[in-house]
């Protein structure tokens, strides 16, 4: 079945490496704490509001750094450990992660008073409460779940194109390279703009519970890389020189139309929150809609679609499922598979928790003004 499955190659390990493979992420978890918790950060107010207080709370934002450090340590192996080792570990480094992900769930959500919700099965993939920090605010835990998932997602993927460079060497495929650099450049970008992400879904309405626990360490650190797990033992897809730098160079700019159109949303959003007589762009005049304290922006990006920026996500994962030259394999078209669901599923959520936050009248005028959920004349 494994080798059915074309990841023969990730079961290769002998039972001491298994072992430490399954350790790894607790070493990560734990080191990536010390880090961030020394390391200088810059401390911003976010979005959501403190309830002891009225204020909107703190952050300690040092991300940029983090990853900075991490990229170093890997590349320059001063750990000792091999540059493929999270790519070759990456089975057991799932299993690992998962069990320790769960540990600290339990922690986290039945070492609260309990909430509205008393299944306990429920409690725990929800969790109880909305926010957790450390040392005095020095590391707030969801942002900790994007410094974490966010290095390891590059890390990981750099990884697997090291251990694709070991195997194949000349005959090695320039996708898988590029698919790298894609990551890497998604997660940079994330964290230059790590400002933004206080003003999103997971920091305003997410509970900490094992759904975001598990999902910002072990899916988005290291399951996003699904499609390298079977596309890592691929060689060139040996196109000639023409198609080459066609399926090159068009799946690097329909990555970078995605990128535009997620980080434009997000951009105009947060700018809207932050300041919202401010032009976005110094182009863009806000149009938006009163909800008592409240205001819709309706214009934009935002007036294109309800949840535009999924759209733009959808783009970069199908640029991710095209990069590997290997077109009908399904390895390939895993992370698109995975995005597009979650995506689809997420802004129904968003819809509901919207209608309660504006109002559902003000919610309706918003839908009847804005016709398309994510993508425009389609859906």
């Known amino acids: 079945m494994i080798e059915w499955l074309g990841i023969g190659h990730l079961f290769e390990l002998s039972r001491t490496e298994a072992i430490a493979g399954f350790c790894t992420p607790l070493i990560v978890f734990a080191l990536f704490f010390l880090v961030q918790l020394i390391l200088p950060g810059v401390r911003v107010p976010g979005y959501v509001i403190n309830p002891e207080t009225g204020e909107p709370r703190g952050y300690r934002l040092n991300g940029l750094l983090v990853f900075a450090v991490a990229l170093i340590v890997w590349a320059a192996e001063l750990t000792g450990m091999p540059r493929d080792w999270f790519y070759r570990s990456s089975i057991y480094a799932v299993v690992g992660g998962t069990v320790f992900t769960t540990i600290f769930t339990v922690l986290a959500v039945f070492s609260q008073p309990r909430g509205k919700e008393r299944n306990p099965i429920l409690a725990l993939w929800f969790g109880r409460v909305q926010e957790l920090s450390f040392f005095n605010n020095r590391i707030d835990v969801k942002m900790y779940f994007y410094v974490v998932g966010g290095t390891m997602l590059s890390l990981n993927a750099l990884s697997g194109a090291a251990y694709h460079y070991e195997l194949f060497g000349e005959d090695s495929n320039p996708g898988v390279f590029l698919y790298a650099a894609f990551f890497t450049f998604?997660?940079?970008?994330?964290?230059?703009?790590?400002?933004?992400?206080?003003?999103?879904?997971?920091?305003?309405?997410?509970?900490?519970?094992?759904?975001?626990?598990?999902?910002?360490?072990?899916?988005?650190?290291?399951?996003?890389?699904?499609?390298?797990?079977?596309?890592?033992?691929?060689?060139?897809?040996?196109?000639?020189?023409?198609?080459?730098?066609?399926?090159?160079?068009?799946?690097?700019?329909?990555?970078?139309?995605?990128?535009?159109?997620?980080?434009?949303?997000?951009?105009?959003?947060?700018?809207?929150?932050?300041?919202?007589?401010?032009?976005?762009?110094?182009?863009?005049?806000?149009?938006?809609?009163?909800?008592?304290?409240?205001?819709?922006?309706?214009?934009?990006l935002w007036g294109v679609a309800r949840h535009f920026n999924y759209m733009g996500?959808?783009?970069?994962?199908?640029?991710?499922?095209?990069?590997?030259?290997?077109?009908?394999?399904?390895?390939?078209?895993?992370?698109?598979?995975?995005?597009?669901?979650?995506?689809?599923?997420?802004?129904?959520?968003?819809?509901?928790?919207?209608?309660?936050?504006?109002?559902?009248?003000?919610?309706?005028?918003?839908?009847?003004?804005?016709?398309?959920?994510?993508?425009?004349?389609?859906?």
């Open 186 to 300: 998604y997660v940079l970008d994330y964290f230059i703009f790590e400002r933004v992400q206080l003003y999103t879904y997971d920091l305003i309405h997410e509970n900490l519970g094992f759904k975001l626990f598990w999902g910002g360490l072990v899916v988005y650190g290291w399951l996003f890389i699904l499609p390298l797990w079977g596309m890592a033992a691929y060689p060139n897809p040996g196109f000639s020189p023409g198609w080459t730098y066609v399926w090159l160079i068009g799946t690097a700019a329909l990555f970078l139309f995605g990128w535009c159109i997620s980080r434009g949303a997000n951009l105009q959003k947060y700018t809207f929150k932050r300041w919202p007589e401010r032009k976005f762009l110094g182009l863009i005049e806000p149009e938006y809609i009163e909800a008592g304290d409240r205001k819709i922006m309706c214009n934009g």
């Open 313 to 379: 996500e959808g783009f970069l994962s199908l640029s991710i499922a095209l990069v590997f030259g290997y077109f009908t394999n399904p390895w390939a078209w895993t992370y698109f598979v995975f995005i597009v669901t979650m995506f689809t599923f997420r802004q129904r959520d968003d819809d509901e928790l919207c209608a309660e936050k504006y109002g559902a009248d003000k919610w309706a005028e918003y839908q009847a003004r804005v016709k398309y959920r994510i993508f425009p004349g389609v859906y």
